[in-house]
């Protein structure tokens, strides 16, 4: 069952996501199942799902929520889309949670039109405008949203005096974050010194660890001279006594994510002596060179940074890191199947997409390492949004077909086209179901 959204996405209310919930609504009771999963998706899995999101507490709620998508494969999808516009806040939040974490070309216009119904930069700043925010993602359509509300409200004096945007504007910055990284920083920057430090909390202060600049590390040094004092750990929390951080900790702790090939002491004086016209990018890139040139030798904190620095160069798109990239991917492929740590080091680059990283985890499922067949099976459903678990004849069958029929979308943050990703969902998990002997009617 495709969901198909008409007539583009360019303004806020172009998807009517309330008629579409009561047409699906209106199915599931009648005994319309969403067939092709791993089972028939029944209006009882639906309340399950509701029941889950009522939960009080968002951790466990989430948690919990992204277990029973993953039991119900891909077409969970149409069930979160229905209480995506339940009357309860807190079940559209962790459905908004789960979408967002979904690789379902459907999924991102659906979300931004949601968001945009809420109405994110007028009105109180509520925890589920906060979610919605997240949820989206680097969809390109909501950076010129993002940076008008942004670069109008910071400019206006003592802006954090407004109780909503002292939340909003932090957020909004958090969601500009992947989608222009220049901006973002600039407006980071501009923020914290407008702000008189009225707006610093832990979550603003560890956000420029990926797309950061030498100037974000002078600001962040400079807080280190002045008066220690507890600050809150996020811009929505309120309780800074019980649950608070020390402002010179959390300072710390964001230069120490910035250069994560240091220790925290370490980090701090490397900011210090940083020159202000220091190119990060370059200095990120001739770290990873120097890592990837060291063999793993069981020590985890290798793993960590060589993670760390990864994130950093692909997210900040530096062509010489990419070319580091795709030499140890080549190295990769040419061995008969990947280590565990070659296997998690695919996970991380078929994330962004590659097929050369999903091809080294197909691969890995007929590894007889322990632990890299699971690895593989969990990183080729959570780069693809399909799950086949660890068949790799039908995870094979699938990427054949996906080369023909599908392409990498950045704005989607999955593969699309989504009628033709979706057919061929079904498709190899029919082939999954049948080869396991759970074929039949589902």
Known sequence: MVLVCAGGLGHAGVFDMHTTALAFRSAVPAGLWFEGGKKRLSHEDIVRLAALAESTDVADQSQALRALSRELGYEATNALLILLSSKDAQIRQGASYVLGGRRD??????????????????????EEKSMALNSVGDYPLLGGPLED?????????????????????PAALEALESIDAARFTALWNQTLISSEEKVIDESFLRMPCCYGDAHSARLLVDLLDKPDRRIKVGCLDDDIEDEGVMLHDAVKDSLASMFPWLSTDGAVQFARALPADSNLDDLYAAKLTEILKKPFAGDVNYLRVRRDLLTFVLRRHNPRAVDLVQGELTRISALPAPSFWDAVFAEEIASEGSCEAIEILIKGLTSHEQGVASVCASALAEATGNDLGDDHDAWDWWLTNAKDKLHWDDHLNAFAPASDWEALAKAALDRHLKSTGAGGKH
Not at 105 to 126: C, N, Q, T, W
Not at 149 to 166: C, F, H, M, P, Q
């Open 149 to 169: 509300y942004l670069s109008t409200r910071i400019g206006v004096t003592k802006w954090w005096e407004n109780a909503a945007d002292a939340k909003r504007v």
């Open 105 to 126: 070309p459907r999924v991102r216009p659906i979300l931004y039109s949601h968001l945009m119904a809420l109405k994110p930069f007028e009105g109180d700043f509520s």
